[in-house]
């Protein structure tokens, strides 16, 4: 690659990861979702012109980290009462998490980002009130993060959120959570408390 089109992608990378970034500073989920599935096209399409493997895997990179954060942005179980989504933006955001999971593959992820990616696609699944699918995800991300076992912990809580006869009891794994002493453990308890609170009334 030249020098001038090293600048002209580096540039192109930069002005979309910072767009990306303004947008979710704003807050406006509706207009954040369209405009990340357009900047991951623009990526995609970087990518297809340059053959340097190293710019190739930061520009997919980029890509993937929009889609997980605007999918997570869009994701209703954060606070209570959760914020108004529509089914279009759930389906737009869950189109996004399955968006970040193939990247995964794509750039060689670590198991981390593919539990991440799976848990994500379990919570829109729970969002949309699919729960066998956000079952599922759940569980993969659960047995994905076997090196991290407060975040197995917070999938378990998610599969019991979402109805898994198989899960531990909601009650057992906050106490569990709470008790192990890990890392953002506390925090992560809260989280499945709101979740629990958004969902669980929706879901009986």
């Known amino acids: 690659m030249s020098d001038l089109a090293k600048t002209g992608f580096t ?17 406006d989920v509706a207009a954040l979702l ?7 096209a623009q990526l995609e399409s970087l990518v297809a012109t340059v053959t340097d493997p190293a710019d190739q895997k930061s520009a997919l990179s980029l890509a993937r980290r929009i889609a997980y954060n605007a ?11 959760p914020p108004a989504r529509t089914e279009a933006e759930l389906l737009a955001a869950r189109a996004l998490a399955t ?30 009130g699919h729960r066998e699918a956000a079952v599922t995800a759940f569980r ?15 999938n378990a809580g998610y599969r019991a959120i979402a109805g898994d ?3 531990p009891a909601f009650e057992t794994t906050c106490s569990n959570l ?3 002493g890990l890392p953002h453990a506390g925090a992560l ?11 669980w009334r929706s879901l009986k």
Do not use: Y
């Open 11 to 27: 540039e192109t990378v930069t002005a979309l990861e910072a767009t990306v970034k303004a947008a979710r500073k704003a807050g």
């Open 34 to 40: 369209p405009l990340a599935a357009d900047s991951i």
């Open 71 to 81: 999918a997570a942005d869009a994701f209703s179980g954060w606070e209570v009462p």
């Open 99 to 128: 968006t970040c999971a193939d990247l995964d593959i794509r750039i060689a992820a670590s198991p981390k980002h593919h539990a991440n990616s799976s848990w994500l696609i379990g919570a829109m699944d729970l969002a949309l």
């Open 140 to 154: 993969k991300a659960e047995t994905l993060f076997a090196e991290a076992p407060e975040m197995a912990m917070l």
């Open 165 to 167: 006869a198989d899960a």
């Open 178 to 180: 709470v008790n192990s």
């Open 189 to 199: 308890r809260d989280q499945l408390v709101v979740a629990h609170k958004v969902f």
